[in-house]
């Protein structure tokens, strides 16, 4: 299969070209801005697919609204409507729209129109097309200060800068760039549409927050452990008369501090945060791997285990890319199957004591060796 990207070298166009180059069976043709619209017909010959990704959002004049978002997708339907008379093939178009379209600003205004052209391809020559209208998309190469919202408080945030909230309870809705590329490829491969009462197409999952708690609590995954609150931790103490008892046998009954409990997944989420962002070493890649494990067999028997099951084959996937393309990065069920195991991983530990959270380390470190001895 041929397809065509426009827009190839931004955002969501970077992230699809990455999961499309997994694909033997799949050929990309990129439209780019060193391109002109009067070679869109020539790029089109032979495509199978359009995603047409290209569009302006932020520019300095706004007349360029209308020439980079109404007029080239105008160009676009143009090309695909001859080709479906010349020859009866009809090409499917995927395009990325926005919220924004239902809205009377430029942006939005030029967003419609081109919605309206694509419709009126549909109509008058039966080009299947599906338009997204896009909340906030957020992932991996999302420019701060211009994407996002999420890539702008990650950024400002991580830096010690200052970020600008004009409302915190403005609602926002996010959805995470595989969900949407996954969807995408799903319609390429020849799936159903899935539409909405307006007739635009679906994506799911989406996660509806507000600014101020958006912001909230990116600011706290970067809040150094010297910063937080002092935590006066519990005292216990326990008096034994019986014999044997001694001060090592109760120490090992004694369960994780606050401040541990705090100190531990603080490393975690970080090394977490970096993989959702792109930015994940291998050392934290090793250690968030190293921590579903022990998750897992700290469950094992209880109904918590199926719980953790999804965040280690998730975390395989995540070794699996890293190991065919040398990059390390998320597909779009793992992030929501990661952060489950997170949750589950610090509720064990607060239930748990260091023996017991040591004793599965074991458990997983012996499992290792044995592992690497058969590689060898």
């Not at 299969?1 to 180059?21: D, R």
């Not at 995470?176 to 159903?192: P, Q, S, W």
């Not at 019986?242 to 100190?263: D, R, W």
């Not at 792109?278 to 285990?305: F, H, P």
Request: hydrophobic share 45%; proline share 6%.
């Amino acid at each position: 299969m041929k397809v065509l990207i426009t827009g190839a070298n931004g955002f969501v166009g970077k992230n699809l070209q990455l999961q499309l180059a997994e694909r033997q069976d799949v050929e990309v043709v990129c439209f780019t801005r060193e391109h002109s619209v009067a070679q869109l017909p020539a790029l089109l010959q032979g495509v199978d697919f359009v995603f047409h990704l290209a569009g302006i959002n932020r520019p300095q004049d706004p007349a360029e609204f209308v020439t980079g978002n109404a007029d080239l997708t105008q160009a676009l339907c143009n090309a695909v409507a001859k080709i479906a008379k010349a020859s009866g093939k009809k090409v499917p178009v995927v395009y990325t729209s926005s919220t924004q379209a239902a809205r009377d600003n430029p942006y939005g205004q030029s967003k419609r129109t081109a919605e309206n052209a694509l419709f009126a391809l549909q109509r008058d020559h039966g080009v299947p097309v599906h338009v997204f209208r896009l909340p906030n998309v957020f992932g991996k190469w999302c420019k701060p200060n211009y994407n996002s919202a999420v890539a702008t408080f990650c950024h400002n945030i991580a830096r010690g800068l200052p970020i600008q909230i004009n409302d915190p309870a403005a609602p926002v809705t996010l959805v995470y760039v595989d969900d949407v590329l996954r969807r995408f490829i799903d319609l390429m491969d020849g799936a159903d549409a899935a539409l909405d009462a307006d007739g635009f197409a679906l994506v799911a999952p989406q996660y509806t927050s507000t600014v101020g708690e958006l912001a909230g609590l990116i600011a706290l995954k970067a809040l150094p452990i010297s910063e937080y609150p002092d935590v006066v931790p519990p005292t216990i103490v326990v008096r034994a008369t019986y014999p044997g008892a001694n001060p090592k046998v109760i120490a090992e009954t004694e369960l994780f501090s606050e401040a541990e409990l705090m100190e531990m997944a603080l490393v975690d989420r970080t090394a977490f945060d970096d993989l959702v962002k792109g930015q994940a070493t291998l050392e934290q890649l090793r250690r968030l791997t190293n921590t579903m494990n022990v998750t897992l067999v700290r469950s094992w028997g209880t109904s918590m285990q199926p719980l953790a099951q999804p965040a280690v084959d998730a975390l395989k996937r995540v070794w699996e890319r890293f190991e065919k393309l040398g990059k390390i990065g998320l597909d779009g069920p793992a992030l929501a199957e990661i952060e489950q195991g997170l949750q589950l991983h610090e509720e064990l530990c607060r239930l748990s004591t260091p023996r017991q959270m040591r004793d599965a380390a074991s458990v997983v470190d012996e499992f290792r060796k044995k592992a690497n001895v058969a590689r060898h």
